[in-house]
């Protein structure tokens, strides 16, 4: 498998089992190939971004494509208090939106920390990894300076819309 990303951003598919094979679930089965495919991903693409880094790419976005702070903004409907809709029985209905736990059940928090886990995810963290250097190169050829004025003019206006 090689991760749950990976197979959906790789142009190539893969063979079965040339990553993670549940005969052997600890182990992964090629990193070689694996830093292949992400090294691919990452020059098939000409921007990837991290949900754990959205502000950044966002940012990042802006300045390269020459747009306002404005074009950018945006508030989470994950938030919670705050609402969606839904349609039930093809009427549109609207509904509190749920937080997340602040914790994980320890099921599935030991699960996350398996040797199973990582080895089946070891695609991801490697795409991870390369998309957060990617990222900080990014900057660095913007300009640290530059970026970080967009950033934080950004974050100012960000605190409007979240109000």
Not at 15 to 41: L, R
Not at 68 to 77: C, G, P, V
Not at 133 to 156: M, V
Request: aromatic letters at 10%.
């Amino acid at each position: 498998r090689g991760g749950f990303q990976v197979p959906y951003l790789a142009l190539t598919t893969p063979k079965k089992d040339s990553f993670w094979n549940e005969t052997h679930p600890n182990q992964v089965m090629d990193p070689a190939s694996i830093h292949e495919v992400v090294g691919n991903i990452i020059q098939d693409y000409d921007f990837v971004v991290l949900t754990k880094r959205l502000d950044e790419s966002l940012v990042i976005l802006q300045l390269l494509l020459g747009m306002e702070t404005k074009d950018i903004l945006y508030n989470s409907s994950k938030e919670g208090g705050m609402f969606h809709m839904k349609h039930k029985k093809g009427k549109p209905r609207c509904f509190k939106t749920i937080k997340h736990p602040e914790k994980l059940w320890d099921e599935v928090e030991d699960h996350l920390k398996s040797a199973q886990w990582y080895s089946q995810s070891y695609g991801d963290y490697v795409l991870v990894e390369a998309v957060n250097q990617s990222i900080d190169l990014t900057i660095e050829a913007i300009g640290r300076e530059r970026f970080e004025l967009a950033l934080d003019k950004y974050k100012e206006m960000k605190k409007l819309v979240d109000k």
